[in-house]
Each structure stands twice: as C-alpha cells, then as structure tokens.
C-alpha cells in the first residue's frame, strides 16, 4: 500500500535510505561539507568525518559525492564497504577504479607503479583533483589502512596525488591509535552528532514538505508527537526516519489524520517483544523482592546491635553526622531544563550591566522590565548608582543607565514552579533589544536575570506567567508561533543555589490570566 497517497504526500516521506533529496542542511552539516571540499581542493591528503551508528555519515558522503559531480576537474571514486580480505583484494579494487584496466595478472608491486603513475598523469599532466571517499571506515584492516598510508605518500612537492576522505564511526579513533604513521597523516578530523530538538523538528517538517502534493503545508505531527520522537530517538536521523515511517503507518491503519504523542508511545510498546516485556517484569519483580529482604536483614541487625550495646545510649554521647541526599536527576527532556551545580565556580556580578536607550521611558517601566517591580527602595538605590539621571520620571534616549544589584532572591524560593523561556542573553544590553522586539510583536513577555556559579549571569527572555504545573506551560508552548515555539524550552526551578535579581511580582499565575497570553500569541501570529 502506498500509504503516502493516503496523507497528500507525493512519494516515501522517510524512506531510510541516503536519499541526497532529503539531505537536511543543519548548520554543523553544512560546515563538514564546507571544510570536506576546502580540504579537497588544497589537496591536503587525508581528512576523517566521525559519528555514532545514525548520525548521518552516508548520507553527508553522497551529498559530498553529488556535489563534487559538477566540476570537471575533480575525479571522484566511492568505496561502500572496505572490509577486504587482502590488501592485494584492495589494491586491485583501487587499480581498476583509477586505472581502469581489468588486468589480474599484475603483482602487487606492478599494480602500485600502474596506481601511482595513474595518478600522477591525471593530477599532474590533467590538472584534475583525484578524490576517494571511503564509506563505513571502521571495517578498514590494518592491511588496508597501511596500504592507504602508501598511497598517501605518493605526492609532488606542493600536494599530495590522492585526497582520501573517510566517513568512519567514532571507533575509528581508537583504532588510529594503533596506526601512529597513517594518524599523522590526517589533515582534518570532523564530527557530527545527532540533532537538538529544533533541528529533529525542522528536518521532519522538511521531509514532508518535500513529499506534499500542493501547496499548503501538510501538518502531520502534534507538537507532543514531535517532541516524543526526539526524545525516543535521542535526534540520531536514522532513528527519527524509522519512528516517524512507523508512526504514518499507525495513523493510516486507526484512519487518524495526525500523529499524536500516544501514537508514538504505541509504536514505542510494539517495538519491545511481549516475551522482553515479561522478562522486565520479573526482572523488576525480583530486585524489589531483594531489597526487602535486605532492608529486613539490615533492620533487624541494627535493632540487635542497639539492645546488645547498652553504652551506646547511656554511655558514649551521639555524634549528628550531616547526610547528604543526592536528588535523582530530573528526565532529559529536550524542552525541559533544570540548572544543575557545577564544579566550575564563577563570581557573582557586581551590576547587573549597561544599557543604552534607545527611546525615551518612563522610570517606573524601566524598573518593571529589568527588576519585575516598581517599588520607591529600588528607585532610590537605582538613582543612586546613576547621578547623571534627575528624579523625573522619564529616563531619555540616548542615556547609558548602569543597573546596579538591588534583589537577591534564593533559586529555591521558587521550587516547584514551571518557566517558559523564548530564549537566552548573556548580556543585558542584548536582551532588552530582544524584549523590545518581541514587545513590539505584541508579546506578553519579560526578562529574567539570573545567576549560577556554573555558567555566571543569564538574562533569559519568557512568558510573563509563572506555571505551577509542566502540563499547563506545555500547552501554552504549544499555542505558540512554530517560528517561536522551536527555539523555546521549559525550565524546571533555577537551582536551589542559584540568585534571582528580578521578582515575578505582578506576572499571572492564574488559568484565566494564562488565556488571555495565549490570545495575545494567537493574534501575534
């Protein structure tokens, strides 16, 4: 069954093969292809691209592979899967790709002299740029990597005759370091890694933008969809394609139109066998039944040891040692942060920064937007730290206002409360253009400042509501703009050492304040 047809697509949407159609363009991509072709083009050798199992490397290898097509002046060979069995099984592989003769009876000896001279005729006499990209790198043997070092040795004075570009998975690495002459003939190493949430987001709706049949963007995923399949797939691109193919699949057969979270969570419970799902359970079932036990065991010994000791409560005085209780770690989430301590210790600020204005505002505003509140203390200790300023109630364009330190609110003053932030400055100056911006959009939003010992001063633009609930601010995430709605997150507290320098005073914390934001973005948008 073509089930495309049935969801106004054209063709395969997620078909799991290296279509080049389908390559999306993340910025770290576009990057390893830029350097790939710099490195080519200098004819520098060697160059490695490493990545986890999904990451993408194929595919960036056919992309690399097509663009190349279109100049003349470079000749470009792909080699799918170097697990020979010889290296003379390799050589003879490499012979007839570049040399082009299907002589067999040649040595080894003769099929490197044929090979080099090749290679120096066409690089040389030609002017052309000879190119062997090597798919799935980590199967090369050691034969093959040393007669890949030969190769590499046969050079002019300026550049070396043959570019090699391997595409190998991060194991690769390990094994060069058994291979000190061929590692240090590498000019480039690259990475790629899987995606963050946006780009999962962005490259499933660019698959399906590639493969709708009109016009109007073809919505087949729910937010909450979205966001379950980056999470179950940890944005690895192979595993995305797999879930959203399944996922399609699932909504044709129950004749639902969009992909919904509960969706994906059913596909995800297909995917375990009904025999694993049993094994867990005993499993499971099993530990439990060993930490009773061990609790009663270890119980029971304290109990006898505290009866059998008679000094240790009359006699010897108790000792009240601290216990430290480490909190399980909250579920990675890509939309939900929780700032987390670090050993990296950064001094807190002594002002929270410089502004220049850009147009004229009245006191009380300015403090509302940079302090949370307008209240008489903040006005006295803000004049304060700005002389220049008189006591009338506009501050003018034009005028660079120093912000001094006047909160100081606990992180843990707030625990228990749900944020959702639009995005994140490490400059105030920086972040009053992006309020002002996002205020001249018709956004109810507001500016946060904060302060870690781990990453210093974070100015971060929200929502001017304080959420008690991760369900409440994931509906109000989703009832934003996607434009806005991809670069947002949810923050879970500040961390309990963190400081505050603004109080939410005035923001909504009720339902019906809650609707009337999500109108404003609604009309915005």
């Known amino acids: 069954m073509s ?25 770290d991509r576009v990057e390893c292809l ?27 290898c056919r992309q690399l592979l097509i663009e190349m097509q279109g100049d003349d002046m470079l000749e470009s060979y792909l080699l799918l899967d170097p697990q020979f069995r010889s290296a003379k099984e390799f050589l003879g592989v490499l012979y007839r790709m570049i040399v082009g003769s299907e002589d067999a009876d040649l040595s080894e000896w003769q099929m490197k002299e044929a090979l080099k001279n ?19 790198g980590q199967k090369l043997r050691h034969d093959g990597i040393e007669l890949l070092r030969e190769l590499l040795n046969y050079e002019t004075n300026s550049s070396k005759l043959l570019q090699i570009v391997i595409f190998a998975q991060n194991e690769f690495k390990e094994a060069l370091h058994s291979y000190a002459n061929f590692a240090d003939r590498i000019s480039t190493i690259l990475y790629i890694g899987p995606f963050v949430f946006r780009e999962t987001v962005e490259m499933i709706k660019f698959r399906i933008r590639e493969t709708q049949s009109g016009e109007t ?34 909504i044709i057969m129950e004749n639902k139109s969009k992909v919904s979270s509960k969706t994906v969570k059913k596909i995800l419970g297909k995917e375990q066998p009904a025999h694993k799902r049993i094994q867990y359970y005993y499993y499971a079932a099993a530990v439990l039944l060993i930490f009773v036990v061990t609790v009663y065991l270890l119980d029971g010994f304290s109990s006898k ?38 050993t990296v210790s950064i001094q807190p600020p002594e002002m929270l920064g410089e502004v ?24 006295r200790i803000f004049l304060g730290s700005n002389p220049g300023l008189d006591k009338s109630e506009t501050v003018h364009a034009g005028v660079n206002v120093h912000f001094p330190l006047i909160l100081q609110t606990p992180g843990s003053a707030f625990t228990g409360m749900f944020w959702l932030e639009l995005a994140s400055y490490q400059t105030l100056q920086e972040a009053c253009a992006a309020l002002h911006e996002q205020e001249k959009n018709g956004y109810q939003t507001a500016m946060l400042a904060s302060f870690t010992a ?47 320098y603004t109080i939410p005073e005035a923001w909504p914390h009720d339902a019906a304040k809650s609707a009337q934001v999500n109108k404003k973005f609604k009309n915005a948008s």
């Open 305 to 342: 040891a505290l009866l059998e000791s008679p000094s240790v409560a009359s006699v010897a005085p108790t000792q009240d040692v601290p216990a430290t209780q480490q909190k399980a770690e909250e579920e990675d989430s890509p939309l939900i942060t929780q700032v987390k301590q670090s």
């Open 34 to 60: 830029s350097l790939m072709e710099v490195h080519i083009r200098l004819k520098r050798g060697l160059c490695v691209l490493l990545g986890e199992v999904g990451t993408g490397k194929t595919t960036l």
């Open 3 to 27: 089930y495309y047809k049935e969801l106004q697509l054209t063709r395969e949407p997620f078909s799991n093969s290296p279509d080049p159609d389908f390559f999306y363009r993340t910025q």
């Open 118 to 136: 090749a290679l120096f005729d066409l690089s040389v006499n030609k002017g052309k740029t000879i190119v062997l990209l090597i798919d799935e």
């Open 356 to 379: 220049q204005l850009k147009e004229n505002v009245p006191l009380g505003e300015l403090l509302k937007r940079i302090y949370g509140a307008d209240r008489e203390s903040f006005r």
């Open 217 to 250: 963007d073809v919505q087949l995923f729910t937010f909450r969809a979205l966001r379950a399949i980056h999470k179950a797939s940890g944005g690895y691109p192979r595993k995305i394609v797999i879930l959203c193919h399944k996922a399609l699949l699932q």
């Open 454 to 500: 781990s990453k210093g001063v974070r100015f971060s633009i929200v929502i001017k509501e304080v959420f008690a609930s991760e369900n409440a601010a994931l509906d109000m995430l989703e009832s934003l703009p996607p434009s806005v709605r991809v670069h947002s997150k949810i923050v879970r507290n500040w961390g309990e050492s963190a400081i505050l």
